[in-house]
């Protein structure tokens, strides 16, 4: 009750849901229980009157035929056809002559003969109809017949029998008392395993609904943990994976904060230091400001290739800049010009083995990250003297491959899947020195996944590392295009 009051909108919820079931079976209930307990019974009670009705039409229709040809119509002739067809032993039969006139009334007691019946039955067979009527309640049924007697076209009396039928008509009650009962109690049974299955619906949906509201305040750690192979359990299964997913996005994003507020704060800190030092030397000359001046200006720049690299990280996840075509020679080819320095420096040759032009599909500027990238990587991590070799070829499912391979320090095989992470480096001091911040390589993998691509690293350590990125290739009609210009 008091977990209701915290959630109303939760017990709303599920109550409704409860209550559209009811209102549901029990709309259901009333049309059936209305069906089952009129439509059985008005048939058996239309059969019944349709098989007396046959039977009435013909025994009484056989009296007046035997009436009609024996010559005259009194009472012992009546008696004697009531007696041989043997038609008056659950009826009253009475017959009349012309005007009505009671001739015969099998009941022995009888003060009918002689006084005239004007029943609309008998008038309707005076006029040469044959007429059947029944009136029910729920006693008894009441049947009449009458039928006319003919001679020579003309008519010469009545037939007129009525019955009084209890038997029948307590059957029929006991019946519908029947059906009533069992209906009823079948209604019962099934209200009663509603409330059961709803009683369980709804723990199972209130089960369900604290997940989500949990989720939903930020509390990713709460698991709904409910089995069942319905689509309530799937939901939980689904909702489950989904907090899990969650869980480890949120982990990626605290790692992610603390990670980035640790790389500022080294450069920060250092430019902190080298302030404090110039501030506090009493006799400080120009030179060593300068020196100290040239770091923190290394250190700011650090800062600015950080911020830089988070930037554009942030930017690709929102998506920007995807569609396009690169020409990738020429990617590489301007790739080592602004390359061409730090490679001097490093005494590393550039050794580019690739067609005139390899068009690829991807948006020039994130191809531009991934081989710059790449270049600098095997320029940094080269050895004096060594050689990047730059390569291209195509693999069997139609991708256009590039190969950055360098004849470097390597990496070891179980550094291999983390130099994708964000700030990760293998050698600290060694990527600080060059000036790395440990997002290069995170850049070049955010950029293949939004281009479609994907990248493959091999090493050898202290041999040397070769990258291989798959690149879609351009549609056939842009590189004829592109070539014919
Ligand atoms: N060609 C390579 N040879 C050896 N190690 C490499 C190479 N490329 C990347 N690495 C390792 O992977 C780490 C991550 O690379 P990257 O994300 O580009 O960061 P950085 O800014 O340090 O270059 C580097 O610090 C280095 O340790
Ligand atoms: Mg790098």
């Known amino acids: 009750m008091d977990e209701e009051k915290k959630r109303p909108g939760v017990a709303r919820r599920a109550l409704s849901l409860r209550f559209a079931i009811f209102a549901g079976f029990i709309l259901l209930a009333v049309v059936l229980l209305a069906i089952l307990n009129t439509y059985p019974i008005s048939?058996?009670?239309?059969?019944?009157?349709?098989?007396?009705?046959?039977?009435?039409?013909s025994n009484f229709g056989a009296l007046s035929s035997a009436l009609e040809s024996s010559s005259v119509l009194d009472y012992e002739t009546s008696a004697a056809a009531v007696s041989i067809l043997d038609v008056g032993r659950d009826c009253r039969v009475l017959i009349t002559d012309t005007s009505g006139k009671v001739l015969y009334d099998n009941l022995k007691s009888s003060d009918m003969i002689g006084k005239t019946v004007l029943f609309s039955e008998v008038i309707e067979a005076l006029y040469g109809n044959d007429v059947f009527r029944?009136?029910?309640?729920?006693?008894?049924?009441?049947?009449?017949?009458?039928?006319?007697?003919?001679?020579?076209?003309?008519?010469?009396?009545?037939?007129?029998?009525?019955?009084?039928?209890?038997?029948?008509?307590?059957?029929?009650?006991?019946?519908?008392?029947?059906?009533?009962?069992?209906?009823?109690?079948?209604?019962?049974?099934?209200?009663?395993?509603?409330?059961?299955?709803?009683?369980?619906?709804?723990?199972?949906?209130?089960?369900?609904?604290?997940?989500?509201?949990?989720?939903?305040?930020?509390?990713?750690?709460?698991?709904?943990?409910?089995?069942?192979?319905?689509?309530l359990g799937t939901i939980a299964r689904e909702f489950d994976q989904m907090s899990a997913q969650l869980t480890k996005n949120e982990e990626i994003r605290r790692q992610f904060v603390s990670d980035a507020s640790h790389e500022l704060k080294t450069p920060l800190a250092s430019i902190k230091l080298l302030c404090d030092s110039i501030l506090q030397a009493k006799d400080i000359k120009t030179e060593e400001v300068r020196e100290f001046l040239g770091?923190?200006?290394?250190?700011?720049?650090?800062?600015?290739?950080?911020?830089?690299?988070l930037l554009y990280l942030s930017r690709m996840e929102n998506g920007e800049s995807v569609g396009g075509i690169c020409?990738?020679?020429?990617?590489?080819?301007?790739?080592?010009?602004?390359?061409?320095?730090?490679?001097?420096?490093?005494?590393?040759?550039?050794?580019?083995?690739?067609?005139?032009?390899?068009?690829?599909?991807?948006?020039?500027?994130?191809?531009?990250?991934?081989?710059?990238?790449?270049?600098?990587?095997?320029?940094?991590?080269?050895?004096?003297?060594?050689?990047?070799?730059?390569?291209?070829?195509?693999?069997d499912g139609g991708k256009v491959l590039l190969y950055v391979a360098d004849t470097g320090i390597g990496i070891k095989e179980e550094e291999l899947e983390r130099i994708f992470d964000r700030f990760y480096r293998v050698d600290k001091m060694r990527s600080r020195q060059t000036g790395g911040t440990g997002l290069g390589l995170s850049i070049v993998g955010r950029c293949m996944e939004a281009i479609g691509g994907h990248i493959e690293v091999s090493s050898t350590y202290g041999e040397g590392s070769c990258f291989t990125v798959y690149f879609e290739a351009a549609p056939e009609s842009v590189q004829e295009g592109e070539e014919q210009s």
């Open 43 to 57: 048939l058996m009670r239309s059969q019944l009157i349709r098989a007396r009705e046959a039977e009435m039409r």
């Open 134 to 231: 029944c009136v029910y309640d729920s006693e008894a049924f009441r049947y009449r017949v009458a039928c006319s007697v003919q001679r020579d076209g003309l008519t010469v009396g009545t037939v007129y029998a009525y019955q009084y039928d209890t038997e029948n008509a307590e059957l029929l009650e006991k019946t519908k008392g029947d059906i009533a009962k069992l209906s009823f109690a079948v209604t019962g049974v099934a209200a009663l395993f509603i409330f059961v299955f709803t009683t369980s619906l709804r723990r199972r949906f209130d089960r369900v609904l604290e997940g989500v509201s949990q989720i939903s305040r930020g509390n990713y750690d709460y698991r709904i943990n409910m089995n069942g192979s319905d689509e």
């Open 295 to 309: 770091d923190i200006s290394d250190e700011i720049e650090r800062l600015t290739r950080i911020t830089e690299g």
């Open 327 to 395: 020409d990738l020679t020429h990617t590489v080819v301007k790739s080592s010009e602004m390359l061409r320095g730090s490679a001097g420096e490093y005494e590393v040759r550039f050794m580019l083995d690739m067609p005139e032009s390899l068009y690829v599909s991807g948006n020039p500027d994130l191809i531009y990250q991934v081989v710059f990238n790449l270049m600098e990587n095997a320029v940094k991590y080269n050895r004096r003297g060594g050689d990047v070799r730059v390569s291209s070829g195509h693999s």
